[in-house]
Nanobody, 124 residues
Framework: HVQLVESGGGLEYAAGSPRLSCVPSGSTFSVNTLGWFCQASGKQRELVAAISSGGSTNYADSVKGRFTISSDNAKTTVYLQMNSLKPEDTAVYYC??????????????????WGQGTQVTVSS
């Protein structure tokens, strides 16, 4: 199993460019993809961005050009750089791990492990 710990949220942003971090621990060698999902109040959880162990990425249309997913060289931390925030970005953001090979996983059901989530609130 893999444990995921997120950090970097928990504040209300009127502006600025927060960066969320996710540190996986445990059997990380078995993880193929790490993703960031968001869940706004009353809505379903949805993909924000994902990155594979080979460096391939996928973004939700709503964040393309504004958010960037990356990992450090040792792949010990995955980041979500959030720029040009909008009030509609307000949500709990979760880091998740996908074990399977194949195409980049983009749906919540494909991810087996989840972090505890971190709240990002963007004021208008």
């Amino acid at each position: 199993h893999v444990q995921l710990v997120e950090s970097g949220g928990g504040l209300e942003y009127a502006a600025g460019s927060p960066r969320l971090s996710c540190v996986p621990s445990g059997s990380t060698f078995s993880v193929n993809t790490l993703g960031w999902f968001c869940q706004a109040s009353g809505k379903q959880r949805e993909l924000v961005a994902a990155i594979s162990s080979g460096g391939s990425t996928n973004y939700a249309d709503s964040v393309k050009g504004r958010f960037t997913i990356s990992s450090d060289n040792a792949k010990t931390t995955v980041y979500l750089q959030m720029n040009s925030l909008k009030p509609e970005d307000t949500a709990v953001y979760y880091c998740a791990a996908h074990y399977g090979l194949g195409p980049l996983a983009v749906t919540p059901d494909e991810y087996s492990e989840w972090g505890q989530g971190t709240q990002v609130t963007v004021s208008s």
